[in-house]
């Protein structure tokens, strides 16, 4: 309310002699609009609008008051003031132009509600879907972005987009993965993770469904935690127990024997951009850039207050590199593919025992393979919660 009156022009005048009330009255009978009035030492005070005093100065005369002008605000007497600086007239024009142009684009999005995916994640989504900072708010369909980063981003159970002002809110709920069973209270099951032939079991807790020497396929019941005792009364337990089985698992790797390598010759090309919310200046002469470069994007906003804003620097680098042919003997990729092999034994049998493993070394399509078939014996019981309808 203070800034429209600003922009209107005030004037704070003084009045005495004559009749005031009946100046008042009159004033105010004719719509006039006049405030703070205030009346110190026989004198009165007040404020009204600058279109409204000429109007209020011939009134005064006919009630023989006499109205003087005490103080002038406002963005009209300021404009008047500096009538003759040209250059300031037009450079405040273009300030506030710039000012009403800012609110048609979006300087902030922030991302609420999220725990497994990161904010660079969605905000990645929400820039493939044509939200980011210095988009245009002009037709811009915020429900068909949302929709789109519904189907982009994996385990969101609903997205919304709110704007506020200059800013939009990302908020998302992920969907709850099932917790694992870290108590010994909670009633469960024991299941096969793995198909097999049972070999060992210890049991603990719960009710067997199965025996040694049996085939199970991933996803059998072995332990129930369901079970009845000798008054037929049902009871839930928290199944425990180790069921080691043989199982067998096939696995195959490969090496292409001809393969491509990049090799950076060290040349290096930057070309640079002045972004202005969404638009790119090129501040560089376009001269083609021949050869065979990898590209990196490096951004450098704005920073105000704290706040980045939709304008800053790109730089773009343009990193040559050459394409060299590699080729591998046979024995150079069995070496390199015993190496993996020996990796991933390490991290996927870590806590089983390799019973067998059998090799098969093939030249196939260009590449070395060796296919390896395992058997082991693991503990192939997994816990999963009985749901109980209430």
Request: aromatic fraction near 10%; hydrophobic fraction near 35%.
């Amino acid at each position: 309310m203070k800034l429209f009156k600003y922009c209107r022009g005030v004037i704070r005048f003084r009045a005495y002699g004559g009749y005031f009330e009946r100046f008042l009255n009159e004033a105010q009978s004719e719509g006039f609009q006049l405030w703070n009035i205030q009346k110190r030492n026989g004198i009165y005070y007040g404020r009204t609008r600058i279109k409204n005093y000429l109007k209020l100065a011939r009134l005064a005369r006919k009630c023989g008051v006499r109205l003087r002008t005490e103080q002038r605000n406002g963005l009209p007497f300021l404009l008047h003031r500096y009538r003759k600086r040209i250059g300031l007239v037009i450079g405040v024009f273009f300030f506030l132009t710039f000012l009403l142009m800012m609110q048609n684009f979006i300087w902030e999005i922030e991302v609420t509600g999220n725990n497994t995916l990161t904010t660079e994640q969605i905000l990645s989504v929400a820039r493939e879907s044509g939200l980011q900072r210095g988009t245009s708010l002009i037709g811009l369909n915020l429900r068909v972005i949302q929709k789109d980063m519904e189907y982009h981003l994996p385990g969101v159970a609903w997205l919304t987009l709110n704007r506020k002002g200059s800013k939009v809110v990302i908020e998302l709920h992920e969907t709850e993965k099932k917790p694992d069973i870290a108590d010994d209270q909670t009633p469960c099951n024991l299941i096969a993770k793995k198909d097999g032939v049972i070999k060992y079991m210890e049991i603990y807790e719960g009710e067997k469904m199965v025996k040694v020497k049996d085939s199970v396929c991933k996803g059998d019941l072995l332990v129930s935690g369901v079970t009845e005792d000798k008054f037929q009364q049902t009871r839930l337990l928290h199944s425990e127990g180790k069921v080691i089985a043989e199982t067998y698992t096939e696995k195959t790797f490969s090496l292409p024997l001809e393969t491509e390598e990049k090799k950076y010759t060290g040349m290096v090309k930057t070309r640079k951009h002045l972004n202005l919310f969404g638009f790119k200046l090129p501040l560089f002469i376009a001269v083609p850039i021949e050869g065979t470069y990898e590209k990196e994007l490096t951004q450098e906003p704005l920073i105000l207050f704290g706040k980045e804003l939709p304008i800053g620097l790109e730089k773009m680098e343009y990193k040559e590199y050459q394409t060299i042919k590699k080729s591998y003997t046979n024995e150079e990729a069995e070496e390199i593919l015993m190496k993996q092999i020996s990796e991933f034994e390490k991290k996927e049998w870590e806590n089983a025992k390799i019973i067998s493993r059998k090799m098969v070394k093939t030249e196939n399509n260009g590449a070395y393979v060796i296919k390896v078939d395992y058997i082991c014996e693991e503990d192939i019981a997994q816990k999963e919660e009985i749901m109980i309808n209430e």
